[in-house]
């Protein structure tokens, strides 16, 4: 699974008509190079390695750091079940 950046850009801004950073304020963002893979854990004192997860992408502000995670499964940038091509 991979799309580029112009890709995830604009199912963003599809769903995200005007954004602001909570924290500051501005209104500018970058797209980061990479995706996040966010474990969903059983038991709050154990760490466990595979199984579910919620894979993101993430923006982030380009005054403050602030960092905004969004599931691709909710752009519907994931691949569906039984298909080969995401789409």
């Known amino acids: ?5 112009r890709e995830i850009a604009q199912e963003l801004s599809e769903k995200i008509s005007r954004i602001t950073c909570p924290m500051c304020q501005n209104n ?8 996040f893979n966010n474990q969903l854990q059983r038991d709050i004192g154990s760490y466990s390695i ?3 997860g919620i894979p993101t992408v993430a ?6 750091g602030f960092v905004s995670q ?18």
């Open 70 to 87: 969004h599931a691709l499964g909710s752009l519907g940038l994931l691949p569906k079940k039984g298909g080969n091509d995401g789409k």
């Open 50 to 52: 595979g199984g579910a």
């Open 28 to 35: 500018r963002f970058v797209l980061a190079d990479g995706y």
């Open 1 to 5: 699974m991979s799309y580029n950046k």
């Open 59 to 64: 923006i982030i502000c380009e005054n403050c």
